[in-house]
């Protein structure tokens, strides 16, 4: 447990009861997959699950072993890469009842300046997966297909590469950029 906390620190930034708690959820799926197998993962939350998911497997979303699909719940599936059958496993705010400084941290019943960062660690250390569920799920096929870049093109607007199975122009020139561009371009 020393080892995984200074992993987590390392990799997230700072101590995350959400990693924490995510390094007992990641354990548990596997303890409940076949061995052997080749597994990918799907999260339900971009919050800190996916960083314990991408520390303790070889699921990693810059291999595309790891999907983030944002349903708002604290969970994530382990499944075979061809059939798709795994297990979910899930907070389940019923068993939280005793661990009440992880539940309050769960579901943000205090600031979090008047959270007790060492006591929500420590309660979900005592806890471990006690109050996670798990059940047997199959993902639906659409999730399955891996989709692979076929070929590239040059946008006749920004003269950035892109795929070419976007259309005539990139997906930024199309409108969907987070951002607005400056004036000056480095390398103009």
Request: aromatic content about 10%.
């Amino acid at each position: 447990m020393e080892e995984y906390i200074e992993m987590v620190k390392s990799f997230h930034g700072h101590l995350a009861p959400g990693m924490v708690l995510g390094g007992f959820m990641v354990d548990l799926a596997m303890r409940h997959l076949p061995d052997g197998g080749l597994y990918d993962a799907l999260c339900e939350t971009p919050k800190c699950l996916p960083d314990a998911i991408q520390l303790l497997t070889p699921c990693t979303v810059g291999n595309g072993w790891l999907k983030i699909v944002n349903l708002g719940r604290f969970a994530l599936t382990m499944y075979e890469k061809e059939t798709g059958k795994g297990v979910r496993v899930f907070v389940d705010p019923a068993r939280l009842g005793p661990w009440p400084e992880v539940r309050s941290w769960f579901f943000k019943l205090k600031p979090k300046a008047e959270q007790d960062l060492g006591l929500v660690v420590r309660q979900i250390q005592e806890a471990g997966d006690h109050f996670c569920g798990i059940e047997s799920v199959r993902l639906r096929l659409e999730f399955l297909e891996r989709r692979r870049r076929k070929a590239f093109s040059v946008c006749p607007l920004c003269q950035e590469s892109f795929p070419a199975d976007d259309g005539t122009i990139c997906l930024a020139c199309q409108g969907q950029a987070p951002y607005l561009l400056s004036e000056v371009r480095e390398g103009d």
